[in-house]
């Protein structure tokens, strides 16, 4: 009998199928039993009719505990109310394995309580409706960056320094070699690609280990970070903004089934479209000191800053411009303003705050080695990120999406925990 995955159970109808899964729910009212049964690309109300399956099996059904995997096989029947819009009427039920009491139910467990069963949490609806959206931003991601010439560009994860800042390093020793640090962020190695490819992305984990305890940090995340030869500051913008439009568009376009599970106001996303409104660094300011909100000038923003500024937006809003002092030390002076960065950030709206953070890059070999002893970096390590100035030196530019803050925004998550399989934070490294 041909094995069907409930997702594809509309072209079947009719037919007599197998399907393969775990009971999700059951109901019983007399002669007649109830089973949901999911396969992971969907679920499907399984109808047993006491006659019409030998009686073993319709016993079997009666006793048969939440989780347990089963093969069933019956007749596809058209129902319009059904979530898929199809019943299975049951010929045979075969449990495959019997599971344990399942911890997870339907009441109110606490957020440790699911975290620390992480490994079962995914099977509910809704963190398997999340998990799909991110495999579709991911998808949107790749072919955005593939369909314009982008080269894929895979980065280091063991380095031999910071790229931004030293106090949110990972360390780890290695071999006779002293010590290795676990990549806050592909850049460096991606401006190389950029010198020899033209336009390449680096897709990978990276790490950061941040004290920070908030709905919005990870201490491994997921980050996307184009670099392109011959941009400036405006095209990485205009880059940015089309990228953002494309991958909320797409997901919007490709599950709005999920993201209806997840009670996700469409209408948010739908307005996502270019052009952004951009912003400099001082009109950011003046907005948060308009709004009496006490703000020192020259700092950099905190997550409550952000929401007050994108809160302005219906939009993203691209923030540029930022005092160089905040900033890391690859990027460039503006020529007009050599206080300021080259920099951009991008906000999302809905209190999301920042999901791009990017920059045109110092291109000149002097200034960077200023740069590197003004930070106190070791010039050492440094010396293969200057051939990049020293051989063919061009303008440059890129930025870095963080992939589970994305996620949080388009789904509207409480907490950027629930984007990633297996969160990482301060204090989890478990299950
Ligand atoms: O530090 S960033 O702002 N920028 C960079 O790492 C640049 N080197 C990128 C580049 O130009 N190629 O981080 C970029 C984004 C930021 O906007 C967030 O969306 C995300 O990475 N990010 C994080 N997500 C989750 N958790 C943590 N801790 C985190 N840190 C940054």
Redesign the pocket.
């Known amino acids: 009998m041909k094995h069907v995955y409930i997702e594809h159970l509309q072209d079947h109808i009719g037919e007599t199928v197998t399907i393969k899964g775990w009971v999700f729910h059951r109901r019983s009212s007399g002669k007649l039993k109830f089973i949901e049964v999911r396969d992971g690309t969907g679920i499907v109300q399984c109808v047993i009719f006491k006659g019409n399956v030998p009686e073993e099996q319709f016993q079997s059904a009666d006793n048969v505990s939440l989780e347990s995997s089963v093969i069933i096989e019956g007749s596809v029947r058209e129902d319009k109310r059904a979530p898929g819009g199809c019943e299975i009427d049951v010929q045979t039920f075969h449990v495959h394995h019997h599971a344990e009491d399942y911890p997870i139910t339907p009441k109110e467990h606490g957020e440790d309580f699911l975290l620390d069963r992480r490994h079962l949490w995914i099977r509910s609806k809704r963190q398997n409706a999340i998990l799909r959206v991110r495999h579709t931003i991911v998808k949107a991601i790749r072919d955005f960056f593939d369909e314009r010439g982008f080269v894929l560009f895979d980065a280091p994860i063991l380095t031999p320094n910071a ?2 800042g030293t106090s ?1 390093l990972f360390e780890t020793s290695y071999f006779d070699l002293g010590s290795a640090y676990l990549t ?5 190695y ?1 401006e190389a690609g950029a010198l020899a490819l033209g336009k390449i992305y ?1 897709f990978g984990p ?1 790490f ?1 280990a ?1 004290k ?1 305890k908030t709905r ?6 997921w ?1 996307v ?3 392109m030869a011959w941009y400036d500051l405006n095209d990485d913008m205009d880059l940015a903004e089309e990228f953002i439009e494309y991958v909320v568009q797409t997901t919007l376009d490709k599950r709005s089934g999920e993201l209806e599970v997840l009670e996700r106001d469409l209408s948010k996303l739908e307005c996502i479209q270019r052009p952004f409104p951009r912003i400099s660094y001082d009109e950011a300011v003046a907005i948060l000191h308009k709004h009496g909100k006490e703000f020192d000038y020259g700092n950099d923003f905190g997550a409550p800053d952000e929401t007050l500024i994108s809160g302005q937006f219906d939009r993203p809003v691209i923030v540029h411009r930022y005092p160089a002092e905040v900033k ?1 030390f ?1 990027m460039k002076r503006d020529p007009e303003d050599e206080t300021k960065a080259l920099a951009m ?2 906000l999302a709206p809905e209190g999301y705050g ?6 045109q ?1 110092e291109d000149d070999y002097d200034t960077l080695v200023r740069r590197i002893r003004e930070h106190n970096l070791p010039q050492d390590v440094f010396e293969w990120y200057l051939d990049l100035r020293r051989y063919g030196s061009v303008p440059h ?10 996620v949080a925004w388009i789904c509207k998550l409480d907490h ?1 925990r629930e984007t990633i399989p297996f969160p990482r934070t301060i204090k989890r490294k478990n299950p």
């Open positions: 790229v931004e949110t806050q962020s592909g850049q460096l991606g680096v990276t950061r941040e920070s919005r940090h990870l201490t491994e995340f980050m970070e184009p670099e890391a690859y950030d991008m920042e999901i791009i953070g990017g920059s890059r530019s890129g930025f870095g999406l963080g992939l589970e803050r994305t950027i």
